[in-house]
């Protein structure tokens, strides 16, 4: 059994929790948020309080306990408070910016690149080499986040690119001269 999966989670005021069908609704002030719970793990709500249990007959059911709390927590915390990556263009005039749905990226590249903004996330530029991606699902928050990066992943030799707020970026030495080699 998971040392994970046994922690109980606490439901916050105005935070309310369904399980019909192995699905998992989870609604808040910020959203709703839906997870189809597999795997032989039951969830059970009790006095503001959610517990996962495991039914030991199916083989994997261990391995999923601990997967499903992590999972339902992170719902229960995104609809309540949300989520958000920030993340930072460094570059020669590289720059962000706004237009309507779209984020438009300038980042070397000999054309403007458009990022339409995905249903249920919010992106926005509070300055040109600032970029903050927010909403209620943590892994759609995290995988808008790494397609931003991956449009510039940052280089080596000067750390221009996309990377995340205070990503540490492993710098290389450039090439060195002939000369005194013999």
């Known amino acids: 059994m998971s040392r994970i999966g046994k922690m109980s989670i606490a439901v916050p005021a105005g935070v309310s929790l369904t399980c019909e069908d192995n699905v998992v609704t989870v609604k808040g002030a910020k959203g709703e948020l839906k997870r189809k719970i597999g795997g032989g793990v039951e969830v059970k709500v009790e006095d503001g309080q959610i517990t996962l249990t495991t039914n030991s007959t199916e083989k994997d059911a261990g391995a999923y306990h601990g997967l499903y709390r ?61 970029i903050t991606v927010s909403g209620i699902d943590k892994e759609l928050v995290g995988q808008v986040a790494a397609n931003l990066r991956s449009i510039r992943e940052p280089e080596p030799y000067h750390g221009y690119g996309i990377r995340y707020k205070n990503e540490h970026v492993e710098h290389k030495e450039g090439k060195t001269s002939g000369k005194g080699k013999k």
Do not use: C, R, Y
Not at 72 to 93: C, P, Q, R, Y
Not at 112 to 119: A, Q
């Open 70 to 130: 992590a999972l339902i927590a992170g719902m229960v915390k995104g609809v309540s408070e949300g989520f958000s990556k920030a993340l930072e263009v460094k570059g020669v005039g590289w720059k962000a910016t706004k237009q309507g749905n779209k984020l438009i990226l300038n980042v070397g590249f000999s054309h403007p690149v458009e990022f339409p903004e995905p249903e249920g996330i919010k992106i926005d530029v509070p300055s040109p080499t600032d």
